[in-house]
């Protein structure tokens, strides 16, 4: 059964920074996208970043360009999100996302999700 599991999300002033993780287990994930998705209070899901299997050109919302850093370990099955000079429009549940695919974008019907870390940042 494949899970992915989402952490390092809590309470932080602006300014600050996070980094959060999302260990994916129950398969290989070989040439599989991992990414990030958030939701806000009251506004529909939003991607975030994207990183291919080979790591090579991850992939950003241009919201957070420059602030966010995506990468992964593949022997740890596990992809990071740092977070840096967060304001309090980066409020939101933080959704880790997988997608068999060789390239570095989660589009469409993506098949995993995790539950999600709720980050907030306060003013």
């Known amino acids: 059964q494949v899970q992915l599991v989402e952490s390092g999300g809590g309470l932080v002033q602006a300014g600050g920074s996070l980094r959060l993780s999302c260990a994916a287990s129950?398969?290989?994930?070989?040439?599989?996208?991992m990414g990030w998705f958030r939701q806000a209070p009251g506004k529909e899901r939003e991607f975030v970043a994207s990183?291919?299997?080979?790591?090579?050109?991850?992939y950003y919302a241009d919201s957070v360009k420059g602030q966010f850093t995506i990468s992964r370990n593949n022997t740890k099955n596990t992809v990071y999100l740092q977070m840096s000079s967060l304001i309090p429009e980066d409020t939101a549940v933080y959704y880790c996302?997988?997608?068999?695919?060789?390239?570095?974008?989660?589009?469409?019907?993506?098949?995993?999700w995790g539950k999600g870390t709720l980050v907030i940042v306060s003013s």
């Open positions: 129950g398969r290989s994930f070989s040439n599989y996208a």
């Open positions: 996302a997988a997608d068999r695919t060789t390239n570095n974008r989660l589009t469409g019907t993506i098949p995993y």
């Open positions: 990183i291919s299997w080979s790591r090579s050109s991850p």
